[in-house]
Antibody, heavy 118, light 110 residues
Framework: EVQLVESGGGVVRPGGSLRLSCVAS????????MNWVRQAPGKGLEWVAG????????GYADSVKGRFTISRDNAKNSLYLQMNNLRIEDTAFFHC???????????WGQGTMVTVSS | QSALTQPASVSESPGQSITISCTGT?????????VSWYQHHPGKAPKLMIY???KRPSGVSNRFSGSKSGNTASLTISGLQAEDEGDYYC??????????FGGGTKLSVL
């Protein structure tokens, strides 16, 4: 079964850090670009960051650029998101998603919740 | 990076057809054939319905179709069914190697 499972979410103070992880199974991980997409409570979907199949190319939303870093370890079938200097507005469900095309995300994890609160 | 523009809500009767629009700019929707559409039911992960403007992933009903004209993309759902109710989001690849979503459209099947 094709599956993405996220972990690492939690409650953190403003200015704090968290590292999200995503483990892939059921498909050849390094055949695909991977991304993080988030949804704040009551809000729409927001693309956060993406990384190419070999990690050679990355992209970030303006809202997280300079604070978040996406990376991957193909040997471990894993995707990561290092989040620093977290803000209250970063509170959201974070989904790990697989690329089949530029912005075509065909497999979604169930998500991990990040709450930034003082 | 402003969100793509979608109508907040649309509604139609079962069996009818409906079209949801998604308007961007020449830097995103108009500049690339990389528009996707997602169906989202509360509590579930979003589901890819259309990618690359008009391609359907395996398993998606052919009642769903996509198109694009200039800076506006469209999702058409024919033969509306109750299970089609939900939120629909468009997305587009943009210059600068980023992806942008629309604000979402709530579809009601009356």
């Amino acid at each position: 079964e094709v599956q993405l499972v996220e972990s690492g979410g939690g409650v953190v103070r403003p200015g704090g850090s968290l590292r999200l992880s995503c483990v892939a199974s059921g498909f050849t991980f390094d055949d695909h670009g991977m991304n993080w997409v988030r949804q704040a409570p009551g809000k729409g979907l927001e693309w956060v960051a993406g990384i190419s199949w070999n990690g050679g190319s990355t992209g970030y939303a303006d809202s997280v650029k300079g604070r978040f870093t996406i990376s991957r370890d193909n040997a471990k079938n894993s995707l990561y998101l290092q989040m620093n200097n977290l803000r209250i507005e970063d509170t959201a469900f974070f989904h790990c998603v697989r690329d089949i095309s530029w912005g075509g995300f065909d497999i979604w994890g169930q998500g991990t919740m990040v709450t930034v609160s003082s | 990076q402003s969100a793509l523009t979608q109508p907040a809500s649309v509604s139609e009767s079962p069996g009818q057809s409906i079209t949801i629009s998604c308007t961007g700019t020449s830097s995103d929707v108009g500049g690339y054939n990389y528009v996707s559409w997602y169906q989202h039911h509360p509590g579930k992960a979003p589901k890819l319905m259309i990618y690359d403007v008009s391609k359907r992933p395996s398993g998606v009903s052919n009642r769903f179709s996509g198109s694009k004209s200039g800076n506006t993309a469209s999702l058409t759902i024919s033969g509306l069914q109750a299970e089609d109710e939900g939120d629909y989001y468009c997305s587009s690849y943009t210059s600068g190697n980023t992806v942008i979503f629309g604000g979402g459209t709530k579809l009601s099947v009356l």
